[in-house]
């Protein structure tokens, strides 16, 4: 027989958060925290201005060149309903006009963008009651490689998607360990945002809903539901773009900017480029989280990570990724660290934790100059030939 206690009981979640049911900001001055992202930020605007005095004011070959120049062609007189495409990623589209400066102002929005993902990296850290050793490693891991500078200051789309889906992931394990049923609808939303700001982003809901299923869950039978969750805004945003390109009589995914279909040239070069030692270089993260994941006895979050390098492959084969990106799939697997892995409790755990950071770090830096793309970047900074 059920009874109200058996309901309570059943619902009742295995992890509390917080007691009081608040959780303090970090820093918890509003000042003191927009100082701290300002702080954050400040180096990487500095290397936007940088490269827009070492390159002349030429983006030419990176994302925010690119973006800035599709914006200013948008056919805003026209009438053909399909020029709404090119509006997608929409968040990212509609913001670039807003910006002044064209890729220049770009970069430096990225770069502003880089320093609020820092900040909320240090406040879940916080929150979670990290050891100050680990704190420092996975900041400096996280901001001091080129890939974070190279796409915060030159991929706008990136750098909104990579700091949507970090924040999402953070609420998502909020939401899945500790039954913060707010926390779950707002990383649903942010998943949501991500995809609307990045087109490689496009599938990180599937990612969500992965790591959901898999995440140490506060009530044991929640694993769809918690899925669901995270994916429902996502799926609901592609709907909403497939009817209206079936409404309009254009097609399905017209209003979807990218090929979406399978280019078996491009699967060719992605088999070929895994084979090959910069492929082994570029799935070492993937590796690492795979690795440390089991170490620390979680292997089904370990899962996560190769979904994830998967999908954004994917989307590179799809034709979903814009000119000029690189380091997405690294920084991914930085951000999905930080939001999962659990407090460690003794030192063991603790050099463990540090130590794979500090692996990974390493792996940035030599990707950073195995990628032919962010070299010639660094080349342009350090005045040299791009």
């Not at 009981?9 to 300002?38: K, T």
């Amino acid at each position: 027989m059920t009874t109200a206690e058996s309901v309570f009981s059943r619902d009742a979640p295995l992890y509390v958060e917080s007691e009081s049911g608040h959780i303090d900001r970090y820093p918890q001055n509003l000042w003191l925290r927009w100082g701290l992202r300002l702080l954050a930020a400040s180096p990487f605007v500095l290397v936007a201005i940088w490269f827009q005095l070492s390159s002349g004011g030429d983006w030419t070959g990176t994302a925010n060149g690119a973006l800035a120049e599709r914006v200013d062609g948008l056919p805003w007189g026209s009438s053909d309903v399909a020029a709404l495409a090119e509006l997608y990623p929409i968040i990212s589209s509609v913001a670039a006009l807003i910006i002044p400066g064209g890729a220049f102002g770009l970069g430096v929005a990225g770069a502003l963008v880089g320093g609020l993902l820092i900040q909320l990296v240090i406040q879940s850290m916080q929150r979670k009651e990290f050891p100050p050793a680990v704190r420092v490693v996975f900041i400096i891991t996280l901001a001091l490689t080129p890939m974070f500078a190279y796409v915060m200051t030159t991929s706008f789309e990136a750098a909104l998607g990579l700091t949507f889906f970090g924040i999402g992931m953070i609420d998502l394990v909020r939401f899945v360990t500790y039954a913060n049923t707010q926390a779950g609808f707002r990383a649903g939303l942010l998943f949501a945002c991500s995809a609307l700001s990045d087109s490689t982003g496009l599938f990180v809901a599937i990612v969500a809903a992965v790591a959901a299923a898999f995440l140490v869950r506060s009530r044991s039978a929640a694993r769809a539901a918690n899925a669901i969750v995270v994916v429902f805004p996502t799926l609901a945003l592609l709907g909403s773009l497939v009817l209206l390109g079936l409404a309009f009589r254009l097609g399905p995914l017209a209003m979807i900017r990218g090929n979406l279909a399978w280019d078996a040239a491009r699967a060719e070069v992605v088999a070929a480029y895994l084979l090959s030692p910069s492929g082994l270089l570029y799935l070492a993260p993937t590796i690492v989280v795979v690795l440390t994941s089991i170490a620390l006895r979680y292997p089904g979050v370990g899962l996560v990570a190769p979904v994830m390098t998967g999908m954004i492959l994917l989307a590179f084969i799809l034709g979903l990724t814009p000119p000029g990106v690189a380091g997405i799939n690294y920084l991914l697997m930085l951000l999905l660290a930080v939001a999962v892995v659990p407090k460690p409790t003794t030192g063991v755990l603790v050099v463990l934790v540090c130590a794979t950071s500090v692996i990974l770090w390493g792996i940035g830096w030599a990707q950073a100059f195995d990628n032919d793309t962010v070299s010639a970047w660094m080349r342009v900074l350090t005045g040299g030939a791009p």
